[in-house]
């Protein structure tokens, strides 16, 4: 009886081996690198929280580095065996504080959100980025992609104006030469306002290239760009 027990324990560890490397070993195609207009995010039924470091700067902040495949699909939690480890990336947290804020409420540091980035999004590409490395290529595509400038160097203002969704996209395309997809949300008045901008990134996580395909979803012609 023990030693079926036993064999039975060794099956379930052979097992629990087995679908950590199959989560590990999944591939994708590219990144979407996500930033987020915080005015957007904030001016919502859900409203927001600004972090316990204080009000963030009127820019736009980092969501996330997020592999996709060529077919839409995307994978996410790849390896339960690697949760975030704020420690790995303690030469990081002034800049992620600074350019990857969290919005939510209750306010808090920001460790819940990076932890989730990584948690879903991180461990697919572990196979090609640790975890420093993940969070430090997002960084610093930030620090290469300044959109808020793009924007208004295009007279694209965050003024509570309204813009037309092409002319938005063509500022960003004219500077980065590649396409980007436009994410828009709906304020209290049920106006559609820009609220995310996706460009997409090759598997090293720093070279960007014109998206294979984009997420479902679109905004009016014109939309809003809230104030913050």
Same mark, same amino acid.
């Given at each position: 009886m023990?030693?079926?027990?036993?064999?039975?324990?060794?099956i379930k560890l052979l097992l629990l081996q087995y679908l950590s490397?199959?989560?590990?070993?999944?591939?994708?195609?590219f990144f979407y690198f996500v930033q987020q207009w915080p005015g957007s995010y904030c001016d919502t039924d859900q409203s927001c929280c600004y972090p316990t470091t204080g009000k963030?700067?009127?820019d736009f902040g980092?969501?996330?580095?997020?592999?996709?495949n060529n077919d839409g699909s995307y994978p996410s939690n790849c390896d339960p065996s690697n949760p975030f480890d704020? *420690?790995? @990336?303690?030469?990081?947290?002034?800049?992620?504080?600074?350019?990857w804020p969290t919005l939510a409420c209750p306010s808090n540091s920001g460790t819940t959100f990076w932890s989730h980035e990584w948690d879903k999004?991180?461990?697919c590409s572990e196979s090609i980025l640790d975890q420093h490395s993940y969070f430090k290529s997002a960084l610093d595509l930030k620090e290469n992609l300044d959109l808020l400038q793009i924007l208004q160097s295009a007279g694209i203002q965050p003024d509570g104006g309204s813009y037309s969704l092409s002319s938005i996209k063509n500022a960003i395309k *004219?500077? @980065?030469?590649s396409t980007p997809w436009i994410e828009c949300n709906t304020d209290n008045s049920g106006n559609s306002q820009l609220y995310q901008i996706y460009i997409c990134v090759d598997t090293s996580g720093s070279n960007i290239i014109e998206c294979p395909v984009t997420p479902t979803g679109k905004c009016s012609s014109n939309i809003q760009f809230p104030s913050f």
């Open positions: 023990a030693m079926k027990s036993n064999t039975t324990v060794l490397l199959f989560f590990v070993a999944q591939g994708f195609d963030p700067a009127s980092i969501h996330g580095l997020w592999p996709n704020q *420690s790995k @990336i303690s030469d990081l947290v002034s800049r992620m504080q600074q350019n999004h991180g461990t *004219s500077a @980065i030469g």
